[in-house]
């Protein structure tokens, strides 16, 4: 301990300095805006200056040593341990969507902040120090040693599987976080999604390509700062707003009560009620067109037709003949298309027909039975986020990276303590927002809606991230009149709250620093997955750890390109691909991992066949139930959401692989050893 302090007291410094320096450069731009800077010289400056700053420490932590370029040469202090790690887990679904989340969906949103905090407490318990006594480089390592098997009982078969289920998981993973920087650079930058989300990818190649676990390591410490400050002033800005207290987790309570009464209004309001109601008539409208179909796709067809043709024979306006060309251009190919399209317009019309449930009322539904389905579902998720926190790889590489079983405990509850001051936060924070929009913005005369809706609605505009319409022509905006998607809520909230653009300068920073950090910890856990486990372990085990290193990069590069194709193409929202990655995790690795270290009956074959059972299990379920992807809700198990998989993968895993355990030959007495070595005390 004594020779690890004036190296802690090192690093002490250099962040002290750093904070220093970020609160002057955020005290710079405040004045320079006083000033008139323009606004999108904000943007690029804050975007330009935390770029430069993680590739600066890129450039300064490169590294070729195999053990400092997977596991930061074992070196890493505790408390700097728990920053880095509380940055990796603060990704863009906790940063941007969570708060989102709970706006849009209440109480229920509570599920994400229960689960991923509970999980950690999993991995404190379980998984965390025992890996770190293992004392190797990745999960499949330990997976393989653990259960052996395959040729020369170098756990080949199970390295495999596990290396598979990495890649699935992370690379889901980091699809959700390219997509949020493509997100907010497009927004405070002025450049196309598709343009910000390869800005973006720059700044993550750099600190990982170069460095490794060593440069991601400092690179998400400094970025933990700034994700803190970006997430903290802005809520007590709303906080002394509306509550007279800066301390957002404990003045919300007071707002709450003053929520409830407005969604009362709101909900017996009767312009609210007649723009529901013409909700309603649309979605009943697409459910005649679906019924007639083929013959309203062709009458569809041909007044789309008609009404081109009309604005061409009157010589109207250039802009009346392109709207008009595009209905055309838009119009379904075919009736199958059509009936796809339509189908999922009156679902977004009934959706909006239906009044918003009270944000403080637990599992709310229109009689017991659906009550009881949302709660169900509640309990499910928690349980999925929980056992998937316990096994996502990218964080579970962290164990390795403290120099003892002692330090990575204390790192558990140092991240523990980092990830509450946000995740206490996120629930005043939708709070307070919600309580804004409602008091401010509904009952407004659209002539004079703030000039933040026009900003984001012009984002992106194929999927616009807000929209308000006059639905009932009556000049006020109703809340039913609002769309907006929880991806924006965060991003938007400085200006919602009226402060200065440069402290949303500050949220994009802190966004963009959230996204960054884990796609940096996803993208090396699949390279490291790939060039260690892969290549080292089972095709070239005499490479150099010079070409081991080069291979890792390569393939980081590789990796990080494809992934950003795929967050191009916009597959889904962010949470739901999260939540997707967390129940794979949990349903393959959850099982294979506990029972590895707390059985020592569990063998070879039990860990192949629980790890492919648990993963096929929950494919099966979310391809199966998921509309997006060919399935049918109506295929539910008790009613159990497809983001929710995991529920049923986990036991189906865990009960394959102790069965498959018994019915074969138990473990070698290598295998028993190792166990005992990993929970013996230190």
Known sequence: MNRASPYFNKLSRYYLWYTACFAGFLAALALLEQEGMPRLWIGYSFMFATIVLYAAIGVISRTSNVSEYYVAGRRVPSLFNGMATAADWISAASFISLAGGLYLHGFDGLAYIMGWTGGYCLVALLIAPYLRRFAQYTIPDFLATRFGGGAGGRGGPVRAIAVGATIIVSFTYVVAQIYAVGLIASRFTGVDFSVGIFLGLASILVCSFLGGMRGITWTQVAQYIIILVAFLIPTMWLSVKHADNPLPQLAYGSVMP?????????????????????????????????????????????????????????????????AAERALIAYPKDAAEARGIW????????????????????????????????????????????????????????????????????????????????????????????????????????????????????????????????????????????????????????????????????????????????????????SNALSHDIYYKIVDPAASTQKRVTISKLLLLAVAFIAAYAASQKPADILSLVGAAFSLAASTLFPALVLGVFWKRANHQGAIAGMVAGFVMCLYYMVHTHPGVGGSAADQWFHIAPISAGVFGVPAGIAVMVLASLLTAPPSRKSDGLVDHIRSPE
Not at 286 to 307: C, D, F, T
Not at 403 to 410: I, K, L, N, Y
Not at 428 to 454: E, Q, R
Request: aromatic share 8%.
């Open 258 to 322: 003053k929520l409830a009464q407005r969604e009362a209004e709101l909900a017996a309001d009767p312009k609210e009620r007649e723009v529901r109601a013409i909700f309603r008539e649309r979605a009943l409208a697409y459910h005649a067109k679906i019924a007639a179909l083929p013959l309203s796709w062709e009458r569809g067809k041909e007044e789309v037709e008609r009404q081109l043709d009309e604005v061409r024979m009157r010589n109207a306006s250039l802009a009346e003949i392109r």
């Open 343 to 526: 189908a999922s317009l009156r679902e977004a019309n009934l959706k909006r027909s239906r009044a918003p449930a009270p944000h403080a009322t637990p599992f709310p539904g229109d009689d017991p039975g659906q009550s009881d389905i949302r709660r169900n579902n509640f309990l499910a998720l928690v349980f999925c986020l929980m056992l998937g926190t316990a096994a996502l790889p990218h964080i579970l590489m962290r164990s390795y990276t403290t120099p003892s079983v002692r330090e990575t405990r204390g790192s558990v509850f140092w991240t523990l303590f980092f990830i509450l001051l946000v995740y206490l936060t996120i629930p005043a924070l939708a709070v307070l927002v919600k309580y804004d929009i409602y008091s401010a913005l509904v009952g407004a005369d659209f002539s004079k809606l703030p000039d933040w809706i026009s900003y984001w609605a012009n984002v992106d505009k194929v999927n616009p991230l807000i929209s308000i319409a006059d639905i009932n022509r009556d000049g006020v905006v109703q809340l039913a009149e609002i769309a907006i998607d929880g991806d924006v809520l965060v991003l938007a909230t400085p200006e919602i709250g009226g402060l200065p653009y440069v402290i949303s300068g500050l949220v994009a920073a802190g966004g963009l620093a959230a996204a960054l950090s884990t796609a940096d910890g996803l993208l090396l856990a699949i």
